[in-house]
């Protein structure tokens, strides 16, 4: 069965810690992606990365960087969290072919 | 880019078949359309996805229009647990990578 994990479903920082939201797949996927959801807002793209070491951004990258160190692990990492991003994080991947993306569960984090 | 307009909300009777608009009028020629769900607290799930062709499987049925200006989504026979917030994307290649954009959606109540 294929799968995205994602570390720990649910966090509490408090303003200013450094943050790391880690994502794993098992697909041998090439793409994968960072989101956030917050309600009436839908899903956001804040990262993706097509390869090893490379990384785009998506619409809303400001406050945030993430790694490919590897292929099968992607990072979010919020430097200096505030409250305004207090939200449900998803990660997903794709191959590069069929383009249809596989979700991790989500990573509920606040910020308090 | 090509982006989706879909209503924000839908019922229907268990059942009974669910047909889910949306438009993406700007679409271009390579550009495919997807569907996801995503059922409360968990990540978004695969549906369906089609060029210009129908396409059928064991979830769902997709009708693009000729002009490819709009599809529908239909669910046969809706279930309970078929209630969920529905998002029709258009997939936009970009440098070799995926990256598809997700709207707000559409919440589908499916009543008993």
């Known amino acids: 069965d294929v799968k995205v994990t994602q570390s720990s479903r649910y966090l509490v920082k408090r303003t200013g810690e450094k943050v790391f939201l880690e994502c794993v797949q098992d697909?041998?996927?090439?793409?994968m992606f960072w989101y956030r959801q917050d309600p009436g807002l839908g899903l956001r793209l804040i990262y993706f990365?097509?390869?090893?070491?490379?990384?785009e951004k998506g619409d809303i990258p400001e406050g945030y960087s993430v790694s490919r160190e590897k292929k099968e692990r992607f990072s979010l990492i919020l430097e200096s969290a505030s409250t305004n991003q207090t939200s449900m994080y998803l990660c997903?991947?794709?191959?590069?072919?069929?383009?249809?993306?596989?979700f991790g569960e989500g990573s509920r984090l606040t910020v308090l | 880019d090509a982006k989706t307009t879909q209503p924000t909300s839908m019922d229907c009777a268990e059942g009974r078949a669910a047909n889910l608009p949306c438009n993406h009028s700007?679409?271009?020629?390579?550009?495919?359309v997807y569907w996801y769900r995503q059922i409360h607290s968990q990540g978004p799930q695969y549906i369906i996805h089609?060029?210009?062709n129908n396409e059928t499987n064991e979830m769902a049925s997709l009708i693009i229009t000729e002009d490819r200006k709009s599809s529908t989504l239909i669910l046969p026979h809706a279930t309970l647990r078929d209630t969920a917030v529905y998002y029709c994307?258009?997939?936009?290649?970009?440098?070799?990578?995926?990256?598809?954009?997700f709207g707000k959606g559409m919440k589908l109540t499916v009543n008993p």
């Open positions: 089609g060029l210009k």
């Open positions: 994307i258009v997939r936009r290649p970009q440098g070799g990578s995926e990256k598809l954009v």
């Open positions: 697909m041998d996927h090439e793409n």
């Open positions: 997903a991947s794709s191959d590069r072919v069929a383009g249809e993306l596989f």
């Open positions: 700007t679409i271009s020629g390579n550009e495919y």
């Open positions: 990365s097509y390869d090893v070491k490379m990384k």
